[in-house]
């Protein structure tokens, strides 16, 4: 028997049964489910230093220029080069370079790379990043005690989760629109993540102008331990 703060009685049931009731939800915008995921991060890289995710970060960049950007960034880098391949080679031997002739694409600028490709050349080149990270020139301590290590380190792991997450959502996008797709929890993140490419190439820029700045005022101590 229970009793209840008034003192009547009260069949046990009454009692068991909204306790036995889920009454906790949680609902989060993609903005702020975004936010937490780059706040993660930010930690991760607060605590390793700029150093110890330089790596990272740089074949990061290098991963969603190569595969996520449209998908045709590779083909239209080799045209480029196969196009002009000639004017290279009359400028390097010093002759006329308007005279030298300008060839058809190599590939059909229309082709682009299958998703699938894509997106395991993605986490091969993230991948990377972490193996090479191992014997990296300016990797530092694992406690760093540099001024600027641990800040730039925040805004450097926030970034690389960023793009992480950034490149799930175009690729699951693109899924879609390709007619795939599947359901479950992993599906709903991705359905509600915004989508916030169009900020990348200028935090990407941010990155390099950073990293060209440290370089310039302490190149001594770059490839110092």
């Known amino acids: 028997m229970y009793?209840?703060?008034?003192?009547?009685?009260?069949?046990?049931?009454?009692?068991?049964?909204p306790l036995a009731q889920p009454t906790f939800t949680l609902n989060l915008s993609g903005f702020a489910l975004l936010v937490i995921f780059m706040a993660l991060g930010g930690y991760w890289g607060?605590?390793?230093?700029?150093?110890?995710?330089?790596?990272?970060?740089?074949?990061?960049?290098?991963?969603?220029?190569?595969?996520?950007?449209?998908?045709?960034?590779?083909?239209?880098?080799?045209?480029?080069?196969?196009q002009n391949g000639p004017r290279l080679v009359s400028f390097a031997i010093g002759q006329d370079v308007g005279s030298a002739p300008v060839l058809d694409p190599l590939i059909d600028p229309?082709?682009?790379?299958?998703?699938?490709?894509?997106?395991?050349?993605?986490?091969?080149?993230?991948?990377?990043?972490?193996f090479f990270n191992r014997a990296a020139a300016w990797k530092g301590n694992?406690?760093?005690?540099?001024?600027l290590a641990r800040p730039l380190g925040l805004f450097v792991g926030a970034l690389i989760v960023l793009l992480w997450t950034n490149a799930a959502v175009v690729f699951w996008q693109e899924y879609n629109l390709g007619g795939g797709g599947f359901g479950g929890p992993l599906a709903?993140?991705?359905?509600?993540?915004?989508?916030?490419?169009?900020?990348?190439?200028?935090?990407?820029?941010?990155?390099?102008?950073?990293?060209?700045i440290l370089i310039a005022f302490n190149f001594p101590k770059v490839w110092k331990p």
């Open 188 to 212: 709903n993140i991705l359905n509600v993540l915004p989508n916030v490419s169009i900020l990348m190439p200028s935090l990407i820029a941010i990155f390099f102008l950073i990293l060209i």
């Open 110 to 130: 229309n082709f682009q790379v299958p998703l699938f490709f894509r997106f395991l050349t993605f986490i091969a080149l993230v991948l990377l990043g972490f």
């Open 142 to 147: 694992p406690n760093p005690k540099e001024p």
């Open 3 to 17: 009793f209840t703060e008034a003192g009547r009685l009260v069949p046990p049931g009454v009692l068991l049964g």
């Open 46 to 82: 607060y605590q390793q230093g700029l150093r110890n995710i330089l790596t990272q970060a740089i074949w990061t960049i290098v991963a969603y220029i190569t595969t996520v950007q449209g998908g045709t960034f590779v083909v239209d880098l080799i045209n480029r080069f196969w």
